[in-house]
């Protein structure tokens, strides 16, 4: 067994145990071992991906465990559940805001909730930095979903509780059993700080740290897996591009065939607020970047049918203005002022942020824009 291979499969194990301890890490409080790592073959599944790729990450099925449902704080108890600075998942549905801090889903993985009156799916991988919430309707039924243990390219392999078929995160479907073939509804999501998304959305809630398992929240469970520069992977990973560096955060944007990685360090050294007019798979689109709290978003830009234009009028409170109109457009892609006052972009539900060496493995031939 290599070397990589090990330090990444103890890690994994490490993590689960002393979360599974409520302590500081030590292996001595359980009585089991871990599964020897490796390429697993799911049983009794058939799989569209080679098995020979799907690595056992150390906790089987619910070892990570999902939350169901979590405490939730709104109003003024919510001000001071996380920091301000604090990275959160931000989901807006029918009008009802929610963050999801990431400090709880670094130990959590998967959430299965209900937001303005639907049911949702909201997921974030440790090892690729990716967040992305689906709608978790599959062929009519809503599926509740688990951490399976299992993963593909470093990235999360899901199961739902009722055919126990393995949907790889990154991949937006199923690989392995009954509903192999099926996708998931992908929704839009940002990832920013708890500060930005709450002067966005000053009615939203927040998942809570009371969510009935003993993790330490405080603490990044990974070390510094997540530096920009840090090109150790905890499992086997195909090649990826090395013209940035490997856990750089990007928006990674996909449409149909095409796809672009959008930089956080290249947009930010555009300048401290960033409106990008890009085509992605002969679709207009509008990436925008605000320093202040690092986060990026992916809009379509069509109003009323027609491709608009965008420019940063107020870099300081991230306004922007559109060329053919002169509206006036928040951070949210709603315009606040001018003809078009009201309308809204619709944001791009396959655009997400992720470590960029993991966006170039399942895009091998993705375009890096010129900035």
Not at 50 to 56: C, H, L, M, Q, V
Request: hydrophobic share 40%; aromatic share 10%; proline share 8%.
């Amino acid at each position: 067994m290599s070397n990589h291979l090990q330090s990444g499969h103890a890690t994994r194990w490490a993590i689960w145990t002393a979360a599974f301890c409520g302590v500081a890490l030590n292996l001595a409080c359980v009585d089991v071992e871990p599964s020897e790592p490796g390429p697993k073959n799911p049983p009794d599944l058939q799989c569209s991906l080679p098995t020979s790729a799907i690595f056992d990450g150390g906790p089987g099925p619910d070892g990570i465990p999902a939350l169901e449902y979590p405490e939730l704080a709104g109003g003024p108890a919510a001000e001071f559940v996380v920091r301000a600075d604090d990275r959160v998942l931000g989901l807006e549905i029918n009008g009802a805001a929610r963050a999801y801090p990431l400090r709880i889903m670094w130990w959590h993985e998967l959430v299965n909730d209900t937001l303005g009156g639907e049911d949702v799916l909201v997921s974030y991988c440790p090892l690729t930095g990716s967040g992305l919430a689906f709608d978790p309707e599959v062929n009519g039924q809503i599926r509740n979903f688990g951490v399976s243990g299992l993963l593909y390219e470093n990235n999360l392999m899901m199961f739902d509780r009722d055919t126990r078929s393995l949907w790889n995160q990154l991949l937006l479907g199923s690989q392995c059993g009954p509903e192999r073939g099926a996708e998931l509804t992908r929704l839009p999501i940002v990832e920013t700080t708890w500060g930005a998304w709450r002067s966005l959305h000053p009615q939203t809630t927040i998942v809570t740290l009371n969510t009935g398992y003993s993790r330490d929240y405080d603490r990044y469970p990974y070390g510094t897996y997540d530096q920009p520069n840090n090109a150790t992977t905890f499992f086997p990973s195909s090649p990826w591009d090395r013209s940035r560096p490997p856990k750089e955060l990007v928006l990674g944007v996909h449409e149909g065939a095409a796809s672009a990685a959008y930089p956080l360090e290249a947009l930010a050294s555009v300048g401290s607020a960033v409106a990008l007019n890009d085509t992605v798979g002969g679709r207009p689109i509008l990436v925008t970047y605000i320093g202040a709290h690092r986060t990026m978003r992916g809009f379509y830009r069509t109003v009323n049918g027609q491709e608009a234009t965008f420019v940063v009028a107020d870099s300081a409170g991230f306004v922007l203005r559109d060329a053919e109109t002169g509206s006036l457009w928040d951070a949210r892609g709603v315009a606040v002022a001018g003809p078009l006052q009201g309308a809204a972009l619709e944001q791009l539900a396959d655009a997400y942020t992720l470590f960029w060496f993991s966006w170039s493995v399942f895009h091998p031939s993705t375009r890096l824009p010129d900035l």
